[in-house]
């Protein structure tokens, strides 16, 4: 069986995706998105809104998850501090671009911070053992 999407749920979402995709290209620009992704080796590229605020990150790399474990698995302040400042190391490894309120004020960050295991969560992988 087939389930189908109701054409005015689909496009609301096409059309926040065509906004934000406007928002960002006047923020950062049109060339410097490109000069960017070619950078990258055109990999995608990570963007994060909230409010009016944004940033541009480039593509995360095993290095950087690698660094994000490191710091994650220091707990000597406890595991909550950890996750924060492993939060904190990961956005500015990967940071291109963007308003810096993201990463200075806390009321930004911690809407940042949750949003940074979706960038690391880019594929799924099981491992299985028998």
Do not use: C, H
């Not at 906004?19 to 923020?27: A, G, L, T």
């Amino acid at each position: 069986m087939k389930k189908t999407r109701n054409n005015s749920e689909e496009s609301q979402t096409e059309t926040v995706e065509i906004d934000n995709k406007q928002r960002i290209e006047s923020r950062f620009g049109i060339e410097q998105i490109k000069k960017w992704k070619l950078a990258f080796k055109n990999k995608p590229l990570n963007y994060i809104l909230v409010e009016d605020k944004m940033a541009a990150l480039r593509p995360i790399t095993s290095e950087d998850v690698a660094s994000y474990t490191a710091a994650l698995t220091d707990q000597s302040e406890g595991l909550d501090k950890a996750f924060v400042n492993s939060a904190r190391i990961l956005l500015n490894e990967l940071w291109l671009d963007g308003d810096n309120e993201l990463k200075d004020e806390d009321d930004y960050f911690s809407s940042v911070m949750l949003q940074i295991q979706g960038i690391i969560e880019v594929k799924k992988t099981i491992v299985l053992k028998f």
